[in-house]
């Protein structure tokens, strides 16, 4: 079976692929909305491809681009059930990665998996991704699901990354899963940090302004976040806007209550005062629905990497060659904080993804289980 790019008049196909498929609980626009679904497949930044058998619509996948990052993420993998076990899935993924790459456009392709079967991570490794890491308690409306990273790059891309020569200690556990990926450079040293986790009263958020109007936001995120590089986090947009007290800082984020998921996109005046505020920034978006935040940060931050550890975060995945510049490709961390306690009974995890799992359990438990337990 070949794969081909979908066509306006498969829209009725599609939506009756991915209702025999989910049934009406699938939760994405782009399986359930005909407008959205046609938008998508006529916009240049989609890469929208179907496979046929007997002239039916029986498998379909696609990827949205960012042109000024130069990723793409892959999503919405459904396959016919008729049609399981016979390779279409990872046919289907690996013809999607293939002509994200092969048209010179984007530097990587990244796709997140679900754990709760091992079968949608091995369609991707098989078709060349590497598991970068996991991202715990993500998506409330899934029993905090877990959900896994996978990335495949380029040619070349990963030799033109930009050595990073130390990181804080408490990155030495993911960087040894890194270890365990093929391809990957020599790591960095890592290196004690005189950043300590804050000894102080619970955190109360109560006077942070949380402003939720979207249009608002977007507009003063551009407005006063002008640096590519301190506002780079593909495929978030900010739609809250959190306000210290006294004006001396603004932080925007991407906030989903539904899914009690929060990533932080940008801060100003910068990182540095943020993260003085950080527990009272957490308690805020906790008040709002947020039990996982996230955020993005280059590896070379130290200091930055250093407060966030210092203030309950962990890192969960590391994304090398990220973000292309002049210098080279940079390699990024994504760095977690859940305020729910870690369930992972019952995970379905293929074997190149324990190392990352291991490692956040491990410092999971020694932050929060053990009192004396401090990151440097």
């Known amino acids: 079976m070949g794969f081909e790019r979908a066509r306006i008049d498969d829209v009725y196909e599609l939506l009756e692929l991915y209702r025999k498929v989910y049934g009406r609980g699938y939760a994405l626009p782009l399986g359930t909305d005909p407008q959205v679904m046609g938008d998508h497949i006529n916009s240049p930044d989609t890469t929208w491809l179907v496979g046929r058998a007997q002239g ?39 013809s999607l990665a293939d002509a994200l790459l092969d048209s ?45 990273l996978l990335a495949r790059h380029q040619d070349g891309v990963l030799e033109q990354r930009v050595p990073v020569a130390r990181v804080p200690i408490g990155l030495g556990p993911i960087m ?16 004690p940090s005189d950043i300590v986790r804050p000894r102080t009263a619970r955190a109360a958020g109560g006077d942070i302004e949380l402003v939720s109007a979207d249009r608002f936001v977007l507009r003063r995120f551009d407005e006063v976040l002008t640096d590519p590089a301190r506002r780079f986090y593909p495929f978030h947009q900010p739609n809250v806007l959190l306000a210290g007290p006294d004006g001396d800082y603004e932080v925007y984020a991407h906030l989903s209550p539904a899914d009690g998921y929060c990533a932080l996109i940008g801060a100003v005046p910068s990182a540095g005062v943020v993260t003085e505020h950080l527990d009272q920034i957490i308690a805020r978006l906790a008040e709002s629905g947020a039990h996982h935040v996230e955020t993005l940060v280059p590896l070379d931050a130290f200091d930055g990497l250093s407060a966030l550890l210092a203030h309950g975060f962990l890192p969960a995945a590391v994304y090398p ?9 940079h390699d990024y961390v994504v760095m977690t904080r859940t305020m729910q306690p870690l369930d992972f009974r019952g ?16 410092q999971w438990t020694q932050m929060y289980l053990n009192t004396q337990g401090v990151f440097r």
């Open 56 to 94: 039916r619509v029986v498998a379909s996948i696609l990827a949205t681009r960012s042109s000024a990052d130069r990723l793409a993420k892959m999503q919405g993998l459904v396959v016919d059930p008729d049609r399981r076990g016979s390779g279409v899935a990872q046919q289907a993924v690996r």
């Open 104 to 148: 010179g456009e984007v530097d990587s392709v990244y796709a997140t998996a679900r754990t709760t079967a091992t079968a949608p991570q091995r369609i991707c490794l098989r078709a060349g991704f590497r598991g970068l890491g996991i991202f715990p308690n993500q998506r409330k409306a899934a029993k905090h699901e877990t959900m896994v």
């Open 176 to 191: 040894d899963a890194l270890d365990s990926v093929p391809g990957m450079p020599v790591r960095p040293k890592c290196m």
């Open 321 to 329: 060659a990220m973000r292309r510049e002049a210098d080279g490709f």
């Open 347 to 362: 995970l379905a995890m293929d074997a190149a993804f324990r190392p990352f799992a291991e490692q956040y359990i491990s």
